[in-house]
């Protein structure tokens, strides 16, 4: 082989092995990096400790921060996050809360896992034809095709409390077979571990829970986005504020001593 021959070949070798080192750099950083926001849901609103967990380490949010799918969102005791999906759907995440986003992308109609916690959904209907979607606890599977709906799940029994503000929702029991039983808007079920669906029965007196909820959502949300401003406050103080008193007159004089 010339000695042309052999400079041509080795700076082959030399470009092929640059490329290769490249090519796997690239595929390393978008395994760390995910280059695709696709099945993502974006941070539209947030106050207060609120983090996702990536790699078993919570990192806190922001406004326009994306989590992706699997991940687990969780919320502190003054926790608040809005987030919103790429088909214009949203759910709301309240304190003391712990839900994994997509837990079965398999299945693009399972919207959450909601482990612990209360979250507020509403499900945006496609030029008015139903979007079907799941939202998944211990106890329940609630399936619903458009509408606006609270799901809570209490911590020490795994409860889960169902309160339909707005459509049409179906619940059946996760841990025991039993029909599926449809909540309407103004209705609420509690769906119990050890207790079959059918001894459940549908609350259509929760109108006005809902409104003094939503009263209380509005209350939370309004302290939460509302910075203090400084002398927006009035210091209270235990001194009096008024000028002081005069002196009263001297006191009489009494009669001499004795000598």
């Not at 211990?138 to 095709?145: E, K, N, W, Y």
Request: charged letters at 15%; proline letters at 10%; aromatic letters at 6%.
């Amino acid at each position: 082989m010339s000695s042309w021959a052999k400079r041509a070949y080795i700076v082959g070798l030399l470009i092929a092995v640059g490329t290769l080192m490249v090519c796997s750099t690239m595929v390393c950083s978008a395994q760390i990096f995910p280059v695709s926001s696709e099945g993502a849901t974006k941070v539209i609103s947030l106050n207060g400790s609120v983090s996702a967990l990536r790699d078993a380490i919570p990192w806190a949010l922001n406004v326009g921060d994306e989590v992706q799918i699997r991940q687990v969102i969780i919320t502190g005791p003054d926790g608040y996050a809005k987030f919103q999906v790429s088909d214009g759907s949203t759910f709301e995440v309240y304190p003391n809360s712990n839900i994994v986003f997509r837990k079965n992308p398999g299945n693009w109609r399972d919207l959450m896992d909601v482990l612990v916690g209360r979250v507020k959904i509403h499900i945006q209907k496609w030029g008015g034809q139903p979007n079907n979607n799941r939202i998944l606890t211990p106890t329940a599977v609630i399936s619903v095709r458009g509408t606006t709906f609270d799901v809570a799940v209490e911590d020490d029994d795994d409860t889960t409390i169902v309160s339909v503000e707005e459509g049409v929702v179906d619940v059946r029991h996760a841990l025991r077979p039993s029909q599926t039983k449809t909540l309407n808007a103004g209705e609420s079920i509690h769906v119990y571990k050890d207790q079959p669906l059918a001894q459940s029965t549908v609350d259509k007196g929760a109108v006005v829970r809902k409104v003094l909820q939503g009263l209380r959502d509005a209350a939370f949300t309004m302290a939460t986005h509302t910075p203090a401003h400084p002398g927006s406050t009035i210091p209270i103080s235990t001194q009096p504020t008024g000028p002081a008193p005069p002196p009263g007159p001297p006191p009489p004089a009494g009669p001499p001593p004795p000598n």
